[in-house]
């Protein structure tokens, strides 16, 4: 897998595992749990969503580049 590809998977991965450990840890600290306990669901959703649109934007980016550098190496207009 590409590292464009892979990053925003490890980015998601980590705020999920991140968010999970301030849910399962009211011991550690419960007035930071309280106050991030009730931030943290919508916060994992926009990571979530931002995640998948850094995938897709990431691939476009890629299919854009590979384009212009073929047409670059292999010009096939204007034709002379």
Do not use: C, H, Q
Not at 20 to 40: K, Q
Request: zero cysteines.
């Amino acid at each position: 897998m590409k590292k464009e590809t892979l990053l925003p998977i490890v980015t998601t991965i980590g705020t999920f595992i991140l968010w999970t450990l301030i849910f399962i840890t009211p011991g550690f600290n419960p007035y930071l749990t309280e106050i991030f306990g009730f931030a943290a669901l919508p916060l994992m959703v926009i990571a979530f969503i931002m995640s998948i649109a850094m995938i897709i934007g990431s691939k476009r980016i890629g299919a854009l580049s590979d384009a212009e550098d073929t047409s670059l190496r292999n010009p096939k207009w204007p034709r002379k």
